[in-house]
């Protein structure tokens, strides 16, 4: 466990306000996926709530691309179901209920081109097999951006926590891109040894 973990899904109905477009005002769901999503690509979301990015990454795979949208919480899921229903955005979603201790997405193994883990890390039970599970999917050139508030993590020396676990699971640090307020890491896979 890292220093300043939760081990407890926030409240179902926090996603509301997690979904809410006032969230935009200070974080805009367009901009801080646009580098690292394309039309056609395969992208993983765990923890996606009710969709906050889960829209945004869809729109930006296009209808050749595909969100793998995975959370633990079915209510969380139903919201996102709705709000992608409404947005004609369903058939680029495949909306999937995690366990708590695994993701379950061996199907994926290397056909991951970005995931996202936004405010969801702090929140895992075993965020050591979440590594192991993100490593496995991810495609070679694959990359997975984790995103933790700072009051979650007890400020950075949380989130290098976390890293090391990823690094013990065979991801590198790839870059440290900056969103105001928060603690981030652009994880990528290890290249195989020559
Ligand atoms: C703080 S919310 C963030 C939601 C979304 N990423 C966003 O930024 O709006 C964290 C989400 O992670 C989910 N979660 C917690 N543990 C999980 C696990 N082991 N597997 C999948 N999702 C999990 C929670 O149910 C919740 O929806």
Partial sequence: ??????????PWWLGYVLASPLRKLFQDPSSLVAPYVEEGMVVLEPGCGMGFFTLELARRVGKTGKVVALDLQSKMLDGLHRRAGRAGLLDRIDIRKTEEHRLGIADLVERVDFGVAFYV??????????????????????????????????????????IDLALQAGLV?????????????????????S
């Fill in 121 to 162: 890390v702090h929140e895992l039970a075993n965020p050591a097999g979440f590594f192991g599970e993100i490593h496995d999917s991810l495609r070679p050139e694959g990359v997975l951006l984790v995103v933790e508030p700072r009051e979650h993590g007890g400020g950075d020396a949380g989130l290098e926590d976390s």
């Fill in 173 to 193: 640090v790839v870059d440290r891109p900056t969103i105001k307020r928060n603690q981030v890491v652009l994880l990528g896979k290890r290249p195989a040894a």
């Fill in 1 to 10: 466990m890292t220093s300043g973990h939760q081990t407890e899904p926030c």
